[in-house]
């Protein structure tokens, strides 16, 4: 079975108590990864540097995708922002586990918990 180059993915964001939520729903992966770091890239560009990314609705991220969050974690350490993930998927947990980015960039179950963090 191939897998197609048309998966979904969702990208938008809002603003939610003075910060950005970054909402994306489907597969982060090769094919999609580069809309999410579409995204990521025009925020911090805009000068928007507090970001929560929800990925409570993806569940499945590969290393594209990762790699998306950790250059957006550069441009939002470079201007003093932050940047924290909402992750429920365990397979999309354990994908931040084993690379060691739970470390680097903080992890909560809700965007509740985010902004509150």
Same mark, same amino acid.
């Given at each position: 079975m191939c897998q197609s180059a048309d998966v979904?993915?969702?990208?938008? $964001?809002?603003?939610?108590?003075?910060?950005v939520v970054v909402v994306a729903i489907g597969e982060v992966d090769v094919f999609t990864a580069p809309q999410l770091d579409a995204?990521?890239?025009?925020l911090?560009?805009?000068?928007?540097v507090d970001l929560v990314v929800d990925l409570s609705r993806v569940d499945f991220l590969d290393s594209t995708g990762l790699s998306? %969050? &950790?250059k $957006? %974690? #550069?441009r939002v350490r470079e201007a !003093?922002?932050?940047?924290?993930?909402?992750? &429920?998927? !365990?397979?999309?947990? #354990?994908?931040?586990?084993?690379?060691?980015? !739970?470390?680097?960039? @903080? %992890?909560? @179950?809700?965007?509740?918990?985010?902004?509150?963090?």
């Open positions: 979904d993915l969702d990208v938008s $964001a809002r603003e939610e108590g003075g910060r995204e990521l890239s025009r911090t560009a805009d000068g928007r998306a %969050l &950790v $957006a %974690l #550069k !003093d922002g932050r940047l924290v993930v909402v992750v &429920v998927a !365990d397979r999309v947990a #354990k994908v931040f586990r084993l690379t060691g980015l !739970d470390q680097l960039i @903080p %992890l909560h @179950p809700s965007v509740a918990e985010a902004l509150a963090g």
